[in-house]
C-alpha cells in the first residue's frame, strides 16, 4: 500500500489563537503548517526556481512542493522517468505548450507522458507533484483543464461542496477541491488512506484527535497538511472563520469513517 513520507516541519506559523500564544501545536505528522515558513530548496527538475518541499520520499523521488516561477521563465515539464506528474496553478499563468492556465488551472501527466514546454511570462506559484509509479493506473492521456468552469457539487456535510480534477478508476487516486463555506464545521472523520491538502484561500480553524486529545489550530492561505491513515480529525471547532477552499490529494482508494467525538480507540473491525 502506498504511504506519503513525512517531512520534518521546524517553524511553524507565528499567529495566536485564544488561549493557545505560543504557537501551533506539536504533533507527530504535519499539519497546521503555514509553508511561506519551510526553508527554500534547489529542484533539479525545473532548474532556477524557489520551491517549497511539503513532503517527499528521497528513495522514490516522490515530491510535493511549492513552487515559484519567476518571470520569464521557460523550461519543460520535467518529473521522473515512470512517474506522473500533476501542477496547480495558484497564482499567475502558466502556458502549457499552447494552452494557457491561469489561476485554477490543473495539469496531469501520466506515466510515459512526453514532456512539455512550460512558460511563465509573468511568473507564477504552482503545487508540483511527482507521484509514485503505478502499474494500475488506467488514466493515459494528460489531463489539462481549468478548474473554475467544473462546477461544485454538494459534499457529505452542510456548507461543504467539491470539484473533482481526477480521479483514476484503476489505483483509485484522486485530486479534488473543497470549499467550506463561512460557519460551517465539520464533524469527527478519518480514513483509511494518507491524505494531503493545501489550503488555497480563506481562514479555517481545525481540530486533530492525538491519542484522544484534542488539539486546535487555525490555517490561513498557505496552510498544509499531510495527515496519516486512521487520523480522526474535525469536530466542532473545525469552522471557517471565511469561504475556505482546499486542494487535496490521496494516492489510493480509502474508506471513511465518522466518530461521535475525539477518542482513542481504533475502529471496531466487523
Given amino acids: 500500500m502506498?504511504?506519503?513520507?513525512?517531512?520534518?516541519?521546524?517553524?511553524?506559523?507565528?499567529?495566536a489563537?485564544?488561549?493557545?500564544?505560543?504557537?501551533?501545536?506539536?504533533?507527530?505528522?504535519?499539519?497546521?503548517?503555514?509553508?511561506?515558513?519551510?526553508?527554500?530548496?534547489f529542484m533539479a527538475s525545473l532548474p532556477g526556481v524557489r520551491a517549497k518541499q511539503l513532503a517527499g520520499d528521497p528513495q522514490?523521488?516522490?515530491?510535493?512542493?511549492?513552487?515559484?516561477?519567476?518571470?520569464?521563465?521557460?523550461g519543460t515539464s520535467g518529473g521522473v522517468p515512470g512517474r506522473s506528474m500533476e501542477i496547480f496553478v495558484l497564482q499567475g499563468q502558466l502556458e502549457v505548450a499552447d494552452i494557457k492556465l491561469g489561476s485554477g488551472g490543473y495539469l496531469y501527466l501520466p506515466s510515459g507522458s512526453l514532456g512539455f514546454n512550460l512558460?511563465?511570462?509573468?511568473?507564477?506559484?504552482?503545487?508540483?507533484?511527482?507521484?509514485?509509479?503505478?502499474?494500475?493506473?488506467?488514466?493515459?492521456?494528460?489531463?489539462?483543464?481549468?478548474?473554475?468552469?467544473i462546477d461544485w457539487q454538494d459534499?457529505?456535510?452542510?456548507?461543504?461542496?467539491?470539484?473533482?480534477?481526477?480521479?483514476?478508476?484503476?489505483?483509485?487516486?484522486?485530486?479534488?477541491?473543497t470549499r467550506v463555506n463561512t460557519g460551517a464545521n465539520l464533524p469527527w472523520t478519518s480514513s483509511t488512506v494518507v491524505r494531503e491538502s493545501y489550503l488555497m484561500s480563506g481562514n479555517?480553524?481545525?481540530?486533530?484527535?492525538?491519542?484522544?486529545?484534542?488539539?486546535?489550530?487555525s490555517y490561513m492561505p498557505g496552510g498544509y497538511v499531510l495527515r496519516p491513515a486512521?487520523?480522526?480529525?474535525?469536530?466542532?471547532?473545525?469552522?471557517?472563520?471565511?469561504?475556505?477552499?482546499?486542494?487535496?490529494?490521496?494516492?489510493?482508494p480509502g474508506v471513511s469513517?465518522?466518530?461521535?467525538?475525539?477518542?482513542?480507540a481504533e475502529p471496531a473491525a466487523d
Avoid at 481545525?206 to 488539539?215: L, R
Avoid at 469513517?257 to 482513542?264: K, R
Fill in 119 to 149: 512558460v511563465a511570462a509573468q511568473g507564477a506559484q504552482i503545487l508540483y507533484f511527482v507521484n509514485d509509479a503505478d502499474p494500475d493506473a488506467v488514466i493515459q492521456s494528460p489531463i489539462i483543464i481549468d478548474s473554475a468552469v
Fill in 230 to 252: 486512521d487520523t480522526i480529525h474535525g469536530g466542532p471547532d473545525a469552522v471557517a472563520y471565511t469561504d475556505a477552499t482546499w486542494f487535496n490529494r490521496e494516492a489510493e
Fill in 2 to 15: 502506498i504511504r506519503f513520507a513525512l517531512v520534518s516541519v521546524a517553524i511553524f506559523a507565528t499567529f
Fill in 17 to 41: 489563537i485564544a488561549g493557545c500564544a505560543s504557537g501551533p501545536p506539536k504533533l507527530p505528522y504535519p499539519a497546521f503548517v503555514q509553508v511561506d515558513e519551510l526553508p527554500d530548496m
Fill in 155 to 177: 459534499g457529505d456535510s452542510l456548507g461543504v461542496q467539491t470539484k473533482e480534477l481526477r480521479y483514476d478508476p484503476g489505483t483509485g487516486s484522486r485530486t479534488w477541491l
Fill in 204 to 217: 479555517q480553524q481545525y481540530s486533530e484527535c492525538i491519542n484522544g486529545k484534542v488539539e486546535t489550530w
Fill in 60 to 74: 522514490t523521488r516522490r515530491t510535493s512542493n511549492r513552487v515559484n516561477l519567476p518571470a520569464d521563465w521557460k
Fill in 257 to 264: 469513517t465518522t466518530w461521535p467525538g475525539c477518542v482513542a
